[in-house]
């Protein structure tokens, strides 16, 4: 179906539980914590000067409560169809409102033998002295710590401003990256030690398999690395001097997971050409016993032929013991094959 640009339609898997909206307000000294029962509760008012608000959506599926989320910060009718279609790649976006947009993939392990990975998206709306976090409800409350560390007051959360707040939860999910890369790399192990081994339960589907979840890791944390890099590198007034190192770690973390992504590609290239080569190494072993035993049975077939012949005038048949003749020259010319087989190293 073709709608109009700025049309709120949800792409993605049906779920039937419905969206959740928790509202946090910190600053150093004070915070608290509500589930919103109204929208009415998220309307930015003058109980919130000083405070930092974080409003934490699980569940976009509900595009009707999106919209009007929207339409409260006065959010761009584009910025919240990206974040409704959950098939969107990863961006960064800075709106003429005033609102900073970005939107990542948080990695999921869905099973481990073989290795199937599973992305749910997540978006960030940053303003002043608030953010709005988006979550596809695949899974728990992926910033379950951040907010375990906002009501401790442990760390640095809670004495900085939402940009901070925004790295603190793009931090979990460049973090968790670590995670799928780990597994990529013990999957790869196991891999290798297979293909080397010349495992006959290892195939060419399993690598490729292996391939497409690599593709599929990449393809997401790509764009992150140009995402972080306007961040630290834009003269941009919602991210603060202080917060930019912050950030620049990011960056660090994405270049590092970017290179350990090529290294596995690399390797995993080499595992497909090694495999290929012991495929074709054991069908040539297979064609070498072939050819032998077909050049070992040649003259037997020939002296066979010969003496199946029914002619009149054939001095051999009459031999009273030509049939044992005929035994010992085909054992002799067998023997005589092996070694001469043996001796010219071909088996």
Known sequence: ?????????????????????????????VFSESVVKSLIECVPGERSEGLITWLNVDGIHQTSLIEKLGTLYELHPLLLED????????????????????????????????????????????????????????????FTSVLARLKAS?????????????????????????????????????????????????????????????TLVRRFIWPVRDI?????????????KKSVPYYRDLYDHVVQMIDTIDSYRELLASLADVHLSTMSNRMNAVMKTLTIFSAIFMPLTFIVGVYGMNFDNMPELHFHYGYFYTWALMLLVT????????WRRWF
Do not use: C
């Open 335 to 342: 023997v005589g094959m092996v070694f001469y087989f043996k």
């Open 83 to 142: 974040v409704v279609n959950t098939e969107h790649k990863p961006k960064i976006e800075l709106y003429d409102s005033g609102h900073l947009f970005v939107t990542l993939k948080m990695l999921h392990i869905d099973s481990e033998l073989p290795l199937s990975i599973s992305a749910e998206h997540v978006s960030f709306v940053l303003g002043h002295n608030y953010l709005i976090s988006f979550q596809e409800e695949l899974s728990d409350d992926i």
């Open 1 to 29: 179906m073709l709608t109009s640009p700025g049309t709120l339609v949800y792409i993605g898997p049906e779920t039937e539980l419905k969206t959740r909206i928790k509202k946090i307000q910190y600053n150093e000294k």
């Open 228 to 240: 972080i890099n306007q961040l630290i590198r834009e003269d941009n007034p919602l991210v603060s």
């Open 154 to 214: 442990v760390g640095k959360t809670r004495k900085n401003g939402a940009d901070y707040l925004m790295f603190a939860l793009m931090d979990v999910v460049i973090d968790n990256y670590f995670i799928i890369l780990e597994k990529l790399g013990d999957q790869l192990d196991l891999a290798e030690d297979q293909v080397i081994r010349g495992s006959k339960h290892f195939t060419l589907a399993d690598l490729y398999a292996l391939k497409r979840e690599i």
